[in-house]
């Protein structure tokens, strides 16, 4: 069973992407706003508000970083932890990590399946509502998946699960 379908009234995300979006809300929150709060003091004491630069972009700069805040917030409030199903036995779920074969390119990849706000690939986290992700998703070890692409059809093969 997908995730989406596991958690209908949420956006599903492991244990770790909640740990990370806290940790960047605290830091926002915290820290953050005090430095900004000193900018536009400092800004400010330039003079005329009407012509000071550094004031107006100094309050963007606020106002993008409480739109910021605002989502974060709002996807915390979203989230459902979906934890890595461990009792999975040999198949590649979400939360879970495994060594995938790229048949096309005969390259190895590590990916683990997660939701869809925490997905980066340079990290190695695959979104399990991508098409890969949702054509791996339940995949047993061993198992070649054939995706279409927009750059036609690719096929993968987990090798190992890692975690």
């Given at each position: 069973?997908?995730?989406?379908?596991?958690?209908?009234g949420g956006?599903?995300?492991?244990?770790?992407?909640?740990?990370?979006?806290?940790?960047?809300?605290?830091?926002?929150?915290?820290?953050?706003?005090?430095?900004?709060?000193?900018?536009?003091?400092?800004?400010?004491?330039?003079?005329?508000?009407?012509?000071?630069?550094?004031?107006?972009?100094?309050?963007?700069?606020?106002?993008?970083?409480?739109?910021?805040?605002?989502?974060?917030?709002?996807?915390?409030?979203?989230?459902?932890?979906?934890?890595?199903?461990?009792?999975?036995?040999?198949?590649?779920?979400?939360?879970?990590?495994?060594?995938?074969?790229?048949?096309?390119?005969?390259?190895?990849?590590?990916?683990?399946?997660?939701?869809?706000?925490?997905?980066?690939?340079?990290?190695?986290?695959?979104?399990?509502?991508?098409?890969?992700?949702?054509?791996?998703?339940?995949?047993?070890?061993?198992?070649?998946?054939?995706?279409?692409?927009?750059?036609?059809?690719?096929s993968f093969?987990v090798l190992?699960?890692?975690?």
């Amino acid at each position: 069973m997908s995730p989406a379908n596991q958690n209908a009234g949420g956006e599903p995300i492991t244990a770790a992407g909640i740990e990370e979006l806290e940790a960047e809300l605290d830091e926002l929150k915290g820290p953050r706003r005090q430095e900004m709060a000193d900018r536009i003091r400092v800004a400010r004491e330039l003079g005329d508000l009407k012509e000071n630069a550094e004031y107006h972009t100094a309050k963007d700069d606020q106002a993008m970083m409480e739109t910021r805040i605002k989502r974060l917030e709002e996807r915390l409030r979203n989230a459902v932890v979906v934890e890595a199903s461990d009792g999975a036995g040999d198949t590649f779920s979400f939360g879970r990590t495994a060594e995938v074969e790229d048949s096309a390119k005969g390259e190895t990849v590590t990916w683990t399946l997660v939701g869809s706000t925490e997905a980066n690939l340079a990290e190695g986290k695959l979104s399990a509502e991508s098409p890969i992700g949702q054509a791996l998703m339940d995949a047993a070890v061993g198992a070649t998946v054939e995706v279409e692409t927009p750059r036609g059809s690719k096929s993968f093969k987990v090798l190992k699960l890692v975690s």
